[in-house]
């Protein structure tokens, strides 16, 4: 392979073929390739796209980078789920122990948190003693045995793609559906699934801000899905306010708790349903999405869900006791703050406002090095519709550990009442 001549090819709007493709995703992974020829390659598809059997070969070659877990040895159907993130997105944390206890494998390999959305293993990560960094092995049997282990990304799994996602952070290549989509699914199809269901986000607080581009991010992922034989439905789901009432990591597993309990905010609980009606659906156990999302309820509300948590927090060294006294177990902030909006009627949340608030508050990260406050966070008590009266309650409490007068707390009140658009209405005295 010369690099230089499959970078014009590609620049110059030719189809590159399967071999191609192969020995320079192999120079990506054994890093025989610089990375001024990886991010040329990088703009070049970004601005030429990827053909249909590019995009399968490139998806399938960044997957065969590193291992593809092999769960034959699990008799049950093995279906995961990706949200292309959202502030508030919990769902993960319910979702994966009530769809093992209607029968469907999840094996969950999930991400940390990265600027104003959070990340699942940082959220699991606040029950104190729970691990996600489970060998192969564990996570092959306790997948078996308990019918869902949720883990971060091993070194083993598609390390193409952390050299390419690296290039793509600092080449201004990240948005690019076929560089999105491939690096999605080569995680996804390395853990060994039978099928995946897409959450994808559209919205303010999205990654995708528009429906074009959600569903030409869904086109393509199923595009590579189906390539690679596997079963894969995308579901459209609205970022225009946060999911849930909780930002930030305990705050959030407290929720997904209530959430287990058959209880906690209908948003939150409904698209648990959702999502893991489908799953039901692709992984054979009913015929239909609404029977699935009525198993789901069901699960959740007969603490069969719950069960399966407390089985896997146990198994991932965490204390099972969070299931019945999250309060006690969880972390708590040493300060709340309450924040009162302004009286109005919610036309919209700015829920990436939201999310930056709760970084600000130690909730997230800036840089990946950074340590995260696994207390700190929002309670978001507003949503779009709601009147605020001129003596409501205060709608927006600020958890943090931060010192008195900080300014990272200044500027996060800042961030929470800019977030919120507001139809103003006078309130005569
Ligand atoms: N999430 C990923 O895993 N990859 C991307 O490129 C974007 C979001």
Redesign the pocket.
């Given at each position: 392979m010369i690099p230089a001549q499959l970078i014009c090819k590609k620049r110059d709007g030719g189809e590159l073929s399967a071999d191609e493709i192969r020995a320079f995703i192999a120079g990506v992974t054994d890093g025989t390739l610089r990375d001024y020829q990886i991010a040329a390659m990088l703009m070049a598809i970004f601005f030429r796209g990827l053909s249909g059997a590019e995009l399968a070969t490139w998806a399938d070659a960044m997957t065969r980078s590193g291992d593809v877990l092999d769960l034959s040895s699990i008799p049950r159907a093995k279906v995961d789920k990706h949200s292309?993130g959202g502030v508030g997105d919990k769902i993960s944390i319910p979702l994966a122990p009530a769809v093992a206890a209607c029968g469907v494998a999840v094996p969950m390999v999930s991400g940390r948190g990265l600027g104003h959305t959070g990340g699942t293993l940082d959220k699991l990560e606040s029950i104190p003693g729970f691990s996600v960094n489970l060998s192969i092995e564990r996570f092959i049997e306790q997948t078996g045995r308990l019918g869902t282990c949720l883990i971060g990304q091993t070194e083993r799994i598609a390390p193409a793609d952390k050299s390419l996602?690296a290039l793509?952070d600092v080449t201004g290549t990240?948005e690019s559906v076929p560089?999105?989509a491939s690096?999605?699914m080569s995680?996804k199809l390395a853990e060994g699934i039978d099928g995946l269901v897409l959450d994808c986000k559209v919205g303010r607080g999205a990654?995708m801000k528009t429906i074009d581009r959600a569903k030409e991010l869904c086109a393509a992922i199923a595009q590579i899905g189906h390539a690679a034989g596997k079963r894969v439905t995308c579901v459209l789901t609205a970022m225009d306010e946060p999911i849930g009432r909780t930002i930030g990591n305990a705050l959030e597993i407290r929720e997904s708790i209530e959430v287990l309990r058959g209880g906690g905010p209908a948003d939150t609980r409904e698209l648990t349903c959702v999502l893991g009606g489908e799953m039901l659906v692709l992984g054979g156990v009913v015929p239909d999405a609404a029977a699935g999302a009525a198993r789901i309820a069901e699960v959740l509300a007969n603490g069969a869900a719950l069960e399966v948590f407390r089985q896997v927090v146990a198994a991932q060294g965490g204390n099972p006791e969070v299931c019945d006294s999250p309060g006690r177990v969880l972390p708590k902030a040493a300060h709340r703050q309450e924040l009162s909006l302004p009286p109005g009627t919610i036309t919209a949340i700015d829920s990436e406002k939201l999310g930056l608030a709760a970084l600000l508050l130690g909730a997230g990260r800036v840089r990946k090095e950074d340590v995260i406050d696994p207390a700190a966070g929002l309670v978001v008590d507003a949503y779009v519709g709601e009147v605020i009266g001129k003596d409501a309650p205060p709608s927006v409490l600020l958890h943090h550990n931060l010192p008195e007068g900080d300014a990272r707390v200044t500027n996060a009140r800042a961030l929470i009442l800019g977030a919120f658009f507001l139809s103003l209405i006078h309130i005569s005295e």
């Open positions: 292309t996602y793509r990240v560089l999105i690096s999605i995680k990654f």
